[in-house]
Every structure is written in structure tokens, then in C-alpha cells.
């Protein structure tokens, strides 16, 4: 994964997985996340995380720092469409980093946003959800994110079967 995105609704996994996914950076391949989280639950995140509920503080940081987990909490309340950030999403990974962005729907990013993404964990969306993506990645496999029960989730890879997944907790 280059740049990654963790969709969902309230209470579907999406925190859950994203953390696990941070840790599993770090345990792997010694990879640090840099943590945007509007709320900043730090003791959640671990101590290979360096959390910022501060975007005046953590995109400065993001652009000096090399080869990291660029993750970003509630892109609907940090995102928010905003063009100004369509860099981080085209050119953040000339500095090696990796970006992960959680958010609700696809309606967060604007459509160059949404097409920077290699690889999605989608959990239950509805129609007009699936059609975005599936648009976007190229693959009607996706349209079974309709039918996903609680935290359950489809990794979504560019040029890959998607893979039906469920967390475990």
C-alpha cells in the first residue's frame, strides 16, 4: 500500500483496523505513523505513534519527516474536501511515506483524492458508496460491500482480486 483508504460507518471497525494496521506497519518493517486524529486518543494509538490532533502542527511535521505511516482520523472532519491537500495525496509519497485515510464515504475526497488510492478497506456502504468505488478501482467485485455485516470489510487492491475480510477482536 501507497495510499490507502479505511472507509465505513460509526461503530464498523474502522478505528479497530487502522490501528492494527499501524502496528503491523511497525512490527513489520519498523515504519513510524504520524497521526492526524481530530480527538487525539494517543494511549490507543502506541507508542510507535506520533499523534497530533493539531493539523497546523502535523502537516509541517508530515512534509519534514521520511519514510512513514501518514495515517489521518475522520477525513469528513480533517479532509473535508479541501484542495488545498490534493499534494498530499499526489506527491506524499516522494518522501517514501505511506498514506491512510479514514473516513465515512467517498464524498470526503474530491474525485482526484478518491483516484490516488491503491488500495481500500471498505466496510458496509450504500449503493451510491459502491458505485464511487467501484468506479474508481475498476472493479465490480466491489458492489458486495452492500451486503457486509459488522465489521466485516473488503480489501480492495489496484489490479487485484478484492478480498472479503472480517476483524477479530
Known amino acids: 500500500m501507497i495510499k490507502g483508504a479505511v472507509i465505513g460507518p460509526g461503530l464498523s471497525g474502522k478505528s479497530t483496523l487502522t490501528q492494527a494496521l499501524s502496528r503491523d506497519y511497525f512490527a513489520r518493517k519498523g515504519i513510524r ?10 494511549p490507543s494509538w502506541g507508542s510507535h505513534c506520533w499523534v497530533s490532533y493539531n493539523e497546523a502542527e502535523f502537516w509541517p511535521t508530515v512534509w519534514k519527516c521520511r519514510n512513514c505511516l501518514v495515517i489521518v482520523d475522520d477525513g469528513s472532519a480533517t479532509i473535508k474536501r479541501d484542495r488545498d491537500l490534493i499534494p498530499v495525496f499526489t506527491t506524499l509519497r516522494h518522501l517514501h511515506h505511506r498514506l491512510l485515510v479514514v473516513a465515512h464515504d467517498s464524498s470526503d475526497f474530491v474525485p482526484v483524492m478518491r483516484r490516488q488510492f491503491d488500495t481500500l478497506y471498505l466496510f458496509k456502504q450504500d449503493q451510491d458508496a459502491a458505485d464511487a468505488w467501484a468506479k474508481v ?18 480489501r480492495c487492491r489496484a489490479w487485484k482480486p478484492v478480498q472479503r475480510l472480517r476483524l477479530t477482536m
Open 137 to 154: 478501482f475498476m472493479n465490480d467485485e466491489i458492489y458486495q460491500v452492500t451486503q457486509l455485516r459488522q465489521y466485516e470489510f473488503l
Open 33 to 42: 505513523s504520524l497521526v492526524l486524529d481530530p480527538i487525539a486518543r494517543s
